[in-house]
């Protein structure tokens, strides 16, 4: 077993990432002093995965205006237009609009206009949402294993694991607990073209917690789910509409059907922070399409034809008929899906 990896850190003034587009090969902290540093961060997916992307916004927000002199409406404006670059960056996973927004609000709300104390205000709650994260995923996970039995096999789709997150992860948060919890279970990770978090990042931390993970490719999901191999799978998203449809990692609808075929329960991961009552229906979530060397140039050479068509979404959306389960922080919600993840934030209301 070796020491877990630390996606995110604030450290001596800056924000430390684990550059993860160079793994499995190199472990790589790279700091992040500007908000310009971290915009590029998020963008070619040195940090990537819904709440680490919110966690990194939170604090290239801060890095944004921390240096600025003036007056309060100078530096309210600054921040409201630091906060529309960076909402720029990646359009699908609403954490990053959640975190940048959630800044925004604390500097609104504050009983002061001094501007050094309205930056300290902004760091803490930087570092809030970067704290609470770990705790949302282990109750995800506290969540997921009532759910789950000892001695099962599991399927998990991209990398919704603690690299994706400050700790723990959200799909993988249950796997993290059992293994503590000694018990004896299976987890298969698909591979996830184009851009292969499956294999770089998800096969990697898991292996690295001695936990029992075996990779396949993508397409070799249904022969492994037909051999029983598997009693559940479990993803993350990078937003829930009100209605329950997910949009994650381009491959989990495909997951999500072939479980539906055979019989196996398909859970969604989901922090409250990744669900955005105001998008009514996954129709309105933004779908990210990436550059189209991530599909033909993957693996260090070309492997299609240089002007070859290319579509490379980024996310599908899952549709919530799907899904057999949501499983917040909060509780495990179940269709009626637009009900249901109503009433979870209105007794949140009103506590
Ligand atoms: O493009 P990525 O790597 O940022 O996509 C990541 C995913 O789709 C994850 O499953 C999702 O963000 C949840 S991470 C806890």
């Given at each position: 077993m070796n020491e877990a990896l630390n996606s995110i850190e604030w450290k001596n003034d800056a924000l430390v990432l684990?550059?993860?587009?160079?793994l499995p090969n190199e472990i790589r902290y790279e700091e992040n002093h500007t908000i310009e540093d971290v915009w590029d961060s998020i963008v070619v997916m040195k940090v990537r995965g819904a709440p680490a992307i919110g966690v990194a916004a939170a604090y290239g927000l801060y890095l944004g205006v921390r240096c600025h002199e003036g007056d309060y409406e100078s530096f309210m404006s600054l921040l409201k237009a630091k906060r529309d670059y960076l909402a720029g960056s990646r359009p699908t996973a609403v954490n990053l609009f959640w975190a940048i927004d959630r800044l925004v609000q604390k500097a609104v709300d504050a009983d002061t206009k001094d501007i050094e104390m309205l930056k300290a205000l902004l760091l803490e709650e930087a570092q809030l949402i970067h704290k609470e994260d770990e705790e949302i995923n282990r109750m995800i996970g506290e969540n997921l294993l009532t759910l789950l039995e000892d001695g099962q096999g599991f399927l998990t789709h991209c990398n919704a694991g603690a690299l994706a997150t400050a700790?723990?992860?959200?799909?993988?948060a249950p796997f993290y607990l059992a293994k503590e919890r000694g018990w004896n279970f299976k987890v298969y990770a698909d591979e996830t073209r184009p851009r292969l978090q499956g294999s770089t990042l998800t096969a990697l931390e898991l292996q690295r917690a001695g936990i029992d993970v075996t990779l396949i490719t993508d397409n070799m999901a249904a022969m492994v789910m037909s051999q029983g191999k598997v009693q559940a799978a479990i993803v993350g998203c990078d937003r829930v509409a009100a209605n329950g449809d997910t949009a994650n990692k381009i491959g989990t609808m495909g997951v999500a059907i072939l479980a539906k075929h055979f019989g196996i329960p398909f859970y969604v991961a989901a922090p409250?922070?990744?669900?955005?009552?105001?998008?009514?229906?996954?129709?309105?979530i933004p779908i990210e399409e990436r550059d189209t060397e991530e599909v033909t140039n993957r693996f260090g050479q070309w492997s299609a034809p240089k002007d070859v068509q290319v579509y490379n979404p980024a996310f599908d959306v899952t549709p919530a008929d799907l899904i057999t389960a949501i499983v917040t922080e909060k509780g495990i919600v179940y269709a009626p899906f637009e009900e249901n993840l109503k009433k979870l934030f209105a007794e949140d209301a009103q506590h």
């Open positions: 684990l550059d993860q587009t160079t700790k723990y992860g959200t799909a993988t409250t922070p990744t669900i955005d009552l105001a998008t009514p229906t996954g129709a309105e």
